[in-house]
């Protein structure tokens, strides 16, 4: 084998291919275009078209457009009542008042966690699966206490969480089931698409993300009523917004509850309408992708991907490996920069949010109250995996993972 680009050999690549990247088309840029043309640039009528497209893709009866899936996820603990004691604001000041809790795994993007901060309640992690990263039913059964009012499970690198489980807890507490599906949309679970598999269902359409908006988020659920909450939410807690006020003629507006300014803009929601039509075949890209990297991974042992459960469509948001350490010489930040060397954009998802400052620092949280994700962290590495990457890049990927395992092992 070849000398590894950080030893000063040729590297496999000599662009960086990114972990994730947007696909835009000529469809997509006359989509947005058009809008830039018309009299509506915000809360005009891509906003509700965008969301009924999106109902219709995740079958489920309503949808709420957010400017970012941090949003999302803020919106759905505010229609989840997340609060401090009795009130669902969030906005107490008073220590002494019981905080709501809200179970969550730590194998997430902080915004998971923040998420519930935001809204005066308290994150309690529980554990992930060893073998899949997803939430562990038992561990957040273990973790429910009458203060308890939701669980957020993430559909982690994009494979739907076991929804029957964690609906069968939730049910049986009396708990709000909320779907971080950032990773996952697109999946399914027994055949169910993700979006339509918790009460509340939260996504995001950054650029790495399975569509984009630039910025962008959605809450699904199959309540009116929250959808009717979360659209008040999104817009400063009033009860009308622009064009509604300008369709009846009228400058009365009232505001009934403390709200954000959440919009997403038509532009935005253009562009998202236009992408949309290209995600089931996007996720069938990334799940071709995906069996390439598997099938060249069980022929090295020092290399595992996640398992994926049989009843799921997963949606690889991302590509995870574990480094078996144990057989390796070498660290994990030594192959990551051996791996980027090579011009494969590597990265990590991700340090296990219990263990962030803040956490520690706010809720007393640190190393051993998640020891399944504190131990797999240390090995994880995500490949580039993105509906745009050829073939050739694909093999560029794998060439380089054999390179610089073969060299360390
Ligand atoms: C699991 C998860 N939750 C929430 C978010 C937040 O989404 P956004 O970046 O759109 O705010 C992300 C995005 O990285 C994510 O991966």
């Not at 300008?246 to 507006?253: P, T």
């Not at 390439?292 to 690889?316: G, M, W």
Request: charged letters at 20%.
């Amino acid at each position: 084998m070849d000398k590894l680009a950080i030893d000063g050999g040729e590297p496999v690549r000599k662009n960086l291919l990114p972990y994730g990247h947007q696909w835009i088309d000529e469809a997509d840029i006359q989509a947005v275009a058009e809008v830039l043309r018309s009299d509506w640039l915000t809360t005009g009528p891509k906003v509700g078209e965008f969301e009924r497209a999106f109902v219709d893709f995740v079958g489920a009866k309503e949808a709420v457009a957010v400017n970012n899936g941090t949003a999302a996820l803020h919106t759905a603990m505010y229609a989840a009542d997340i609060g401090a004691g009795d009130s669902a604001r969030g906005i107490t000041k008073d220590e002494n008042i019981p905080r709501a809790e809200v179970i969550v795994p730590p194998m997430t993007f902080a915004s998971t966690a923040n998420c519930i901060v935001f809204q005066g309640g308290t994150p309690v992690f529980a554990d992930v699966d060893p073998e899949t990263l997803l939430i562990d039913p038992a561990q957040v059964e273990a973790k429910i206490t009458p203060r308890t009012k939701a669980i957020i499970a993430v559909d982690y690198a994009g494979q739907p969480c076991d929804y029957d489980a964690l609906r069968a807890i939730a049910d049986r507490h009396g708990l709000t089931l909320v779907a971080d599906a950032c990773h996952a949309l697109g999946g399914s679970y027994k055949g169910r698409p993700v979006g339509s598999l918790a009460d509340l269902n939260s996504f995001s359409f950054h650029p790495v993300k399975h569509i984009t908006t630039g910025e962008g988020g959605m809450i699904t659920t199959d309540d009116p009523e929250l959808a009717q909450r979360m659209r008040i939410f999104r817009n400063h807690g009033i009860t009308t917004d622009h064009r509604q006020r300008e369709q009846q003629g009228s400058w009365f507006y009232e505001m009934v509850d403390l709200g954000y300014n959440y919009r997403l803009t038509d532009i935005q929601c253009a562009l998202g309408i236009s992408q949309l039509r290209k995600l089931s075949r996007w996720v069938k890209r990334r799940q071709e992708i995906a069996r390439c990297y598997d099938q060249a991974f069980a022929e090295i042992p020092t290399v595992e991907p996640l398992e994926v459960r049989k009843d799921v469509s997963h949606a690889y948001h991302i590509y995870m490996i574990r480094l078996n350490l144990a057989q390796l010489r070498v660290t994990r930040a030594k192959v990551f920069s051996a791996l980027r060397a090579e011009g494969i954009g590597v990265n990590v998802h991700y340090i296990p949010v219990h263990l962030h400052p803040f956490y520690r620092e706010r809720f007393g949280t640190g190393p051993g109250l998640c020891p399944v994700a504190e131990a797999v962290y240390e090995g994880l590495i995500t490949l580039p995996m993105f509906p745009a990457m050829t073939d050739a890049d694909v093999d560029d990927v794998i060439l380089a993972i054999s390179k610089v395992i073969s060299t360390y092992c």
